[in-house]
Every structure is written in C-alpha cells, then in structure tokens.
C-alpha cells in the first residue's frame, strides 16, 4: 500500500496533491500554517491529470495517483497555471508517465516552453472552448492575470467541479480536503487574497461578472491550494467579490518602527486621536507584525497612517521594506498620514509621505515630525493627525 493516497473529491474525481508542513515563506509572504499544493485526477474513461505540485513533492503526487489508477494510463495532463508551484512536477510526469499532450492556454503554451525548454506536446485552448477529453467533456476559461497571464480555469459539467488553479485558495497545510473540515480558513483566504489576487482586483470584479454569465452549474471548486469547497462555494465567492469592490471601513491601521522609542510616543498619540475620532484601530509595529499580516489588516479597512525614524539620511529600512511590498499590492480608497523622528534631517518621515501619496493615499493632514523626542505640541499634532484621518473615514459611505 503508498504511503500517500488520494482522497476522493466526487464520483470522478480525486485529490493527488501533496501537503508541506514546512513552507513559511512564499516569496515574501508569511505562510505560517504552510500550504498544499492540488492536483486532481480525473476518472473518466482514461485518466485526467489537472495541474501538478511543487517539484520536491513529485513522488507524493505519483504515489497518490498510483493509489486510484497506474499512472501510466494517464495520456492527457491540463495545466491551468504554469508557475512552479503547480507545473513542477511536469518534468517527473513526463519521464514517469509520458502523456501524449498538455492542455494549456495560449499564454500558457509560452509560459511552459519558456520555463521547461522541453519537447512536449502541447495543445493550447481557447477561452469558452470545449472539448472531450477521456470520455468526459470539459470547458476551459482564461484567467488571465488571476494571477498570471496564462491562468485559466477548468469545468467538469458532469460532476460539477470548477477547478480554479490560484482563484479561491489560501496557503494552510491542512490533513483535511475540504473547507467544512478546515478551521479558520477566513484569515487565511483574506491573507491570500490580499498578499496575492489584490493587484488584480478590477479583474476579479470582471472575472466574477463573466462567470455569473456562464451560469456553470458549479458544486465544488477546486482551487490548487487549501481546501476544496464543497460547503462554503457562495460565501467565498462573495467574498472575493467583496475583496475586489476595496470599499473603505472605519477601521484604521497605524503601521510603525522606532529606534528609540519616540516613533512610538507618536504613534500613540496618532492611535489616541483616531478613537476619539471614532474609528477602529489596530496599532501593527513592524517588530511584532509580518509585512503580509499587514496587508491582511488593510483588506477590511479605510486608513493606514505610517511612522517611523530617520536613518542615515534614508527611511527605517523596516519601513522601507514594508512600504515597497505595500505598494506592489495597489490598495485603493486609503486615507492616512505620515509621521516619524529624526536627528539631523527629517528624511525619514518626508520620504513616508512620499510612498503614501505614489499609493494612492488621500492624506488627511501634514506630516507630523518630533527631533528626537516628541515633546506636547508634536504628540498633539499627531493626535490631531489621528483625529482628522478618523474624521475623514467616518465621512465616507
């Protein structure tokens, strides 16, 4: 018997991932509770592969596959994405298995051939295309951007299983499959939506408005990370909605690095006013909080004020490195502030505003600087920064 085996999604299909325990990184995002990586065998009158895991975990998948049906047996393999995490194991496929063609998307076709250099057949679909594959027929629709430019996702009519590469999953190594066996997948899908889908967000929006189109008779979705939705198929679906639309709350984040302890006074004070403004806040020091927990906080909220201290005549490189992943992510509809201490020249603070205004934030009052310790007026000019962000939220729709 393997030692990995395959967990049966529907009447045809089955899950052939792999889980890693281990992974606390994917380029630059926190992923603390790890993640899996899906790929599904289809059992049709041949077997289908869909998608296929990181490469170390190539025997993992080979031996959970081997668990329904010899692999050998496997002629087609449709891959919806072609990033590393989901066609790594290709080259293992193709030396185990030898499928007589990869399904892919036009983009995808490029994106393949430019990672593998390898001599394999691929066959290229176009969107809203359908065809038979194995005795059983599949539609195909591109993605694209959601969130690379060969994304696609696939339909499997007579199970009803939308398998959606990228879109609705969340990093969350897991011993269960589906999301009504899974606890505390909301953060997790908010994190994923905001480290990965939320540059993308205008596609989304038009994504969910050409699948609502299609009117697909979906059951399951079966994203190629986390769990499998087999309850909660409407609610995440709002919720990407939701994600997309980037509507501002009352909630704000105060975001902050200090040195000696008066970055810190200032924020405070900065976090003192915006309550008695009336708005939510959370307080997030860049000591005690991940670049890509912040950007989780900044999902669901409506303001982002930003301290930090002056170094060698350059920004806190905390905030530095914070700032830049923040940018990446084009948050819309933000009100904040900047503030921040310095010794010599308020560089530091001047160059927050600076990142504050390129993202897009409506600042709601002028950047508040203290040299070296704040004394009365600095800590109420940032109380007063609060206020006004505050003010400014609770204004909004």
């Known amino acids: 018997m393997p030692n990995h085996t395959a967990v049966r999604i529907t009447e045809k299909v089955w899950w052939v991932g792999a889980i890693d325990w281990e ?54 393999v449709i891959s919806n994405h072609a990033e590393m995490d989901h066609s790594g194991s290709l080259p293992e496929v193709a030396r185990h298995i030898k499928p007589d063609r990869i399904i892919c ?42 969130h690379w430019p060969d994304s696609m996702v696939s339909f499997l009519p007579s199970d009803g299983v939308l398998f959606s590469n990228d879109i609705f999953g969340m990093h969350l190594a897991h011993s269960h499959r589906f999301d009504d066996e899974t606890v505390g997948w909301y953060y997790e899908a908010a994190k994923y939506y905001a480290n990965i ?14 699948f609502k189109a299609k009117n697909l008779p979906v059951k399951i979705i079966a994203p190629d990370h986390g769990p499998v939705w087999r309850k909660d198929i409407e609610k ?37 006013g915006l309550v008695s403004g009336g708005a939510k806040v ?19 909220a409506g303001a982002l004020l930003v301290g930090g201290p002056t170094m060698n005549k350059q920004p806190f490189p ?25 010794g010599w020249s308020p560089d530091g603070p001047r160059w927050i505003e600076a990142q504050l205004r390129e993202m897009g934030v409506k600042l709601a ?17 940032a109380f007063r920064l609060g206020e006004a962000v505050a003010k400014s939220i609770k204004r909004q729709p």
Request: glycine share 8%; proline share 4%.
């Open 23 to 76: 992974l606390r990184d994917f380029h630059g995002y926190s992923t603390k509770r790890g993640t899996t990586y899906n790929a599904y065998l289809v059992m049709g009158s041949e077997p289908v592969l869909i998608d296929t895991v990181k490469a170390p975990f190539a025997g993992e998948m080979l031996e959970r596959i081997a668990s329904v049906t010899e692999p050998a047996k496997i002629r087609t």
């Open 105 to 146: 998307s036009a983009m995808g076709e490029a994106a393949l051939k430019a990672h593998f250099h390898a001599d394999w057949k691929l066959q290229p679909v176009k969107d809203g295309s359908e065809m038979e594959i194995g005795g059983e027929r599949f539609q195909f629709l591109e993605a694209r951007m959601l």
């Open 197 to 210: 889908i939320l540059p993308f967000s205008g596609i989304v929006t038009a994504f969910l408005e050409k």
């Open 236 to 272: 995440i679906i709002a919720l990407y909605a939701k994600w997309a639309a980037q509507q501002p709350t009352d909630t704000a984040i105060v975001l902050f690095d200090t040195m000696w302890k008066s970055t810190e006074k200032l924020a405070g004070a900065a976090a003192e």
């Open 282 to 300: 959370k307080v997030m020091p860049l000591r005690a909080h991940h670049r890509s927990d912040v950007a989780v906080e900044l999902l669901e």
């Open 318 to 342: 905390t905030l530095a490195d914070a700032l830049t992943y923040l940018k990446g992510l084009n948050h819309k509809n933000l009100t904040g502030g900047a503030f921040g201490s310095y």
């Open 365 to 381: 009052g002028e950047t508040v600087t203290c040299r070296y310790v704040p004394d009365a007026a600095a800590l109420d000019a």
